[in-house]
């Protein structure tokens, strides 16, 4: 996949609304394969909409999005499961980890469908994410800055053209954010992929190339 | 796939699906039993005796006071059995030819003897199921009622404190006959005792063995029959009946009332067969609502599994294995307990139809698995749809619009 177009959206709550100020509602936009996006926004202008929107799981918009010209609302379930393991990978602002599940088999979880990394190569993520130690407790049992690291090394786990960020930082500490961009950025570039963040404040300190106001 | 089962059987409700697997088990054994207990019995009303098919009926003239004071013939003319054969029930008609002599039969067992006046009688070989064996010289084979044996076993020989015999052991003891005809003409033979008649009551000779001494030993008696054998194409036909009854015929074998034992033996196999089925459609109930509420408990697990790349059908496998693994033990234990059960009735069974041939299995095993199939496949398809619900779909309406199919 190398392009997500956006075409005069607008989640449906929004109808009949005059006062849209947006970057990305009501607006032609365009997400390009290798570049990094930042989407500021604040509180209840739609940001976990659009995510929603882009990952399949909603589709209570108005205008249309497209996957490389293709009307998502077109795409079948296996159209989508085959996006969701090669092409877009998302870190869910709400995580949608498994709280009874240890921290390592949360990513094995993924990894066992993708194959796409080795057991070093994961643990290595979670030597420098600083959770080592915490590989075999049960994900319930974390702090939510912990979970957001898991969940990130869950996203790395895959194939992808976009990885998709929603507030990928909101409970990381400065040392910690810097670490998680740094992983984000690597992975992208190892793979030719774009990153679409978005974030309703503090954000990681990264080269974004285009930043749009939600 | 352990890490999703370790996801997914959470909430799983063990008291649910021990529900479920009971009353299916006990709808399937109802199926099944009452499928194969209708298989066992049949045969006891409606099978061959070995020597005369079910179709036979053996038909006589009615005796009654009246008709012996007038000295009415009680035998059957010509015209008689041509206008049985032309009714359209009837297959083919023969008659049975009577001995025209004297016939002394005599058993002589460790020095004990017993000896009896008797008959011979004869119908056309093509009536006798399994051909008579080419007797040897000075042989003559003979069919005897089973209920004679009976007579001897539970009467005779129970009071004299005689051994009871067997169906083998009297085939196996030849008998002495004394035919005595016209003018004292004798001839002396070993009879042999080749097989026994449940329907026919009567001691059977070879037509052939019974035209020859006739000839021999009564060349100037001749005689009408005074029974005949009709093969009809259907027992159950009431038209027999009525025919029968206006000419002022008798019945001799039960034929036409096994028929109506089948037919109620039937109907009520069917309505316990429907009875289990209803049982069994009721547990499939049981068993979806509980997985539907399984997926509605763990609704938040699936999509997230949906949501990181999982497949509907490969969320969807761990449910339908279990239900197809609760299936497969519902049926092996059905297989098991009917079989229990069968061997059970089979023993009593046997008892009271000592000549009853064992039912075949083979369809209540295929039905069982077709059940099994069928039910596995409803349960693969209804998972699975309600798994599929967990995601919206869309579907493309006039004018570019779409409408959501299902979920937000």
Not at chain 2, 164 to 173: A, F, P, Q, T, Y
Request: proline letters at 3%.
């Amino acid at each position: 996949m190398n392009t997500i177009t956006l075409h005069h959206t607008l989640p449906r709550v929004f109808r009949g609304r005059t006062d849209i100020q947006s970057d990305i509602w009501q607006q032609e936009v365009t997400f390009e394969r290798g570049h990094l996006y930042l989407i500021e926004a604040v509180s209840g202008t739609g940001k976990s909409s659009l995510c929603s929107y882009l990952v399949g799981y909603r589709g209570d918009y108005e205008g249309t999005m497209c996957f490389d010209g293709r009307n998502i609302r077109e795409l079948c379930t296996y159209d989508w499961t085959t996006l969701r393991q090669r092409s877009l990978s998302t870190m869910f602002q709400e995580l949608r980890v498994f709280p009874e599940l240890t921290a390592w088999e949360n990513v094995l979880v993924k990894n066992q469908l993708t194959r796409f990394k080795t057991e070093a190569e994961i643990a290595a993520y979670f030597e420098t994410l600083g959770i080592a130690e915490k590989r075999e407790t049960r994900l319930g049992h974390l702090s939510y800055g912990q979970q957001q690291r898991v969940a990130l090394i869950r996203a790395l786990c895959q194939p992808f053209d976009f990885l998709l960020a929603d507030e990928p930082v909101s409970h990381l500490d400065a040392e910690n954010t810097r670490i998680m961009g740094e992983l984000m950025m690597a992975e992208a570039q190892r793979q030719g992929a774009g990153i679409i963040i978005t974030s309703i404040g503090h954000h990681m300190d990264l080269p974004y190339e285009k930043v749009f106001k939600l | 796939m352990k890490l999703i089962w370790k996801l997914l059987r959470r909430h799983l409700s063990v008291g649910q699906l021990v529900g479920f697997f009971f009353a299916n088990l006990l709808g399937m054994l109802i199926v099944l039993l009452s499928l194969q207990f209708y298989e066992d019995i049949l045969p006891a009303f409606t099978g061959d005796d070995g020597v005369m098919k079910n179709t036979y009926i053996i038909v006589s003239k009615q005796i009654s006071a009246v008709t012996t004071m007038r000295g009415e013939a009680q035998t059957f003319t010509e015209a008689d059995i041509r206008d049985f054969e032309s009714q359209r029930f009837t297959k083919q008609v023969g008659a049975f030819t009577a001995s025209q002599y004297q016939v002394y039969g005599s058993l002589s067992m460790g020095g004990m003897g017993i000896g009896t006046n008797m008959f011979f009688e004869s119908v056309p070989d093509e009536f006798v199921d399994n051909k008579w064996p080419t007797a040897r010289e000075g042989e003559v084979p003979i069919i005897l009622p089973r209920s004679y044996l009976a007579l001897y076993n539970f009467g005779f020989a129970q009071s004299q404190s005689l051994p009871k015999l067997s169906e083998g052991v009297v085939s196996m003891i030849q008998m002495d006959v004394r035919l005595r005809g016209e003018g004292g003409r004798e001839v002396n033979l070993k009879g042999r005792v080749v097989a026994f008649s449940t329907r026919l009551n009567t001691v059977l000779v070879p037509l052939s063995f019974m035209q020859r001494m006739n000839q021999e030993l009564a060349p100037n008696a001749s005689s009408a029959p005074t029974r005949l054998i009709v093969e009809v194409k259907n027992p159950t036909d009431d038209a027999i009946a009525a025919y029968i009854q206006d000419h002022g015929y008798e019945l001799e074998n039960d034929t036409l009332d096994a028929g109506r034992a089948t037919y109620f033996l039937k109907v009520v196999a069917g309505i316990v067969m429907a009875v289990g089925l209803l049982i069994s459609a009721l547990s499939f109930y049981i068993l979806m609502l509980s997985i539907y509420l399984l997926v509605q408990k763990n609704a938040d697990k699936l999509q997230n599994l949906l949501l990181i790349g999982y497949s509907p059908a490969r969320v969807s496998r761990p449910y339908q294995l279990l239900t197809i693994g609760l299936n497969a033990l519902v049926l092996l234990l059905s297989f098991m307990l009917l079989f229990w059960i069968r061997s059970l009735y089979l023993e009593r069974l046997w008892e009271m139809f000592p000549t009853l041939s064992e039912g075949s299995v083979t369809m209540t095993i295929l039905i069982g698995f077709a059940l099994f199939v069928f039910v596995s496949f409803l349960n693969i398809v209804v998972i699975r749809r309600k798994i599929n619900r967990l995601t919206p779909r869309f579907k493309r309406l006039k004018g570019g619009l779409y409408r959501t199919i299902n979920g937000k």
